[in-house]
């Protein structure tokens, strides 16, 4: 069976290719081969001939696509409707990956799959265009993953991020007042995998890791992490702030905790606390940084 994967360079991308399960003959793809800015998706998709593909690739640029936004509807809008026709064509079974951006963040419980979207953002609001285009083209067959808060080893997330501050600066401010739950793309390429080779599943399910954390939350346990695993060589204050207090272009939503009972259900893929997954993650950077060359 032959995989399509586009994003090969991104986080989720770069964690499916490392576990491709058996069986499956992996065509990764990045932005050379296929760019969604550009190029017909729909005649480059079909060129490879998949049975299946897992669509990683996005605009993910969440502040700068407040001013690019037409850059961003191409990306995650259009052209994710192109590779759902490419695949509804092909008899391909597609996996989509969004985003908890499709909410607007006001809820107080978990967002169930069914929930009304409302984006705040334009991010938000081209992912949420993705996923009405690729239900569209596929006539209801593609499966339309959500997650949320991504890190990897690979690629940039709040994880390198904050360490990286932890190392240049004393003290760091980190807002408290946003929850969600951090989510370690090695688990959730599990995930996306059961769900390519399992067309059991359908429709909109979400995927993060278990438990809830705030941003600040989140920067105190890879303070912690990072100094047991000497990733940082000295510890450093770290301060809960306000929203207020650290403006961006584009307006995150305060809850974005999504509702998973369904998605954990359905699948057997291993899930693990947020927290448990940090760790991993952080064991995986720790074990990468020993064997680069210097
Ligand atoms: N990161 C998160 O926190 C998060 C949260 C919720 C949902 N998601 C969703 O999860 C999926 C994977 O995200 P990720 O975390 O792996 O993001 P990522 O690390 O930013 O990877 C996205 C990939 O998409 C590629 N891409 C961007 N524009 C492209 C274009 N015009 N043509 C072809 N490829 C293009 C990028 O290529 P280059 O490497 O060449 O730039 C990059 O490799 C996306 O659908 C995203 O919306 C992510």
Redesign the pocket.
Known sequence: MRVLV????????WELARRVPPGVELDAI??SV?????DDATARVLARRPDAIIH?????AVDRAESETALAQR??GD?AGAVARAARELGARLVH?????VFDGNAARPYPPDAAPAPTGAYGAS?LAGERRVHEESAGEAVIV?????HSAH???FVKTMLRLMRERERIGVVADQVGTP?W?GLLAGALWEVALNRSVGGILHWTDLGVASWYDFAVAIHEEALARGLLARPVAVEPIRTEDYPTPAKRPAYSVLDKTATLAALGAPRMHWRAALRAMLDDLASQSTTETP
């Open positions: 586009t994003g090969a360079n991104g986080q989720v991308g990045d932005r296929l760019d969604l800015a550009a990683a690739a996005a605009y993910t990306v995650n052209a990956v969004s985003t908890d951006f992912k959500r997650t949320a808060w991504v690629g940039n997330n989510t793309a």
